[in-house]
Nanobody
Framework: QLHLVESGGGLVQPGGSLRLSCTAS????????VGWFRQAPGKEREGVSC????????KLLDSVKGRFTISRDNVKNMVYLQMNSLKPEDTAVYYC??????????????????????WGQGTQVTVSS
């Protein structure tokens, strides 16, 4: 069983930055890809980014490319989402999720949230002036 906890959310002005962290505990010896998802009020959940176990495979939602960066530290069992140039439309609850991958280079498509077995509770990100 893997337990995920997100942190780092908050209120930020447009153009500002936040770094979200996802901390994993429990059975961390397997190969896990980690994804970040978000859900705004009244909208469907969407995949924002994912990173393979090795960190060599990454994916980003088109609307965040050039602004968001995903990274991981496997020694600390943490995954980060650095968010720069934030916009009001980035406002949402952000979740991290883990998928037991077939190899350490694999990262699921951002539309395939259903494959992720473990989810955190979410952290609120609000971008507003």
């Amino acid at each position: 069983q893997l337990h995920l906890v997100e942190s780092g959310g908050g209120l930020v002005q447009p153009g500002g930055s936040l770094r979200l962290s996802c901390t994993a505990s429990g059975f961390t010896d397997e190969t896990y890809a980690v994804g970040w998802f978000r859900q705004a009020p009244g909208k469907e959940r969407e995949g924002v980014s994912c990173i393979s176990q090795s960190g060599d495979g990454t994916k980003l939602l088109d609307s965040v490319k050039g602004r968001f960066t995903i990274s991981r530290d496997n020694v600390k069992n943490m995954v980060y989402l650095q968010m720069n140039s934030l916009k009001p439309e980035d406002t949402a609850v952000y979740y991290c999720a883990a998928y037991a991958a077939v190899n350490n280079l694999y990262c699921p498509d951002l539309t395939d949230a259903y494959v992720y077995e473990y989810w955190g509770q979410g952290t609120q990100v609000t971008v507003s002036s």
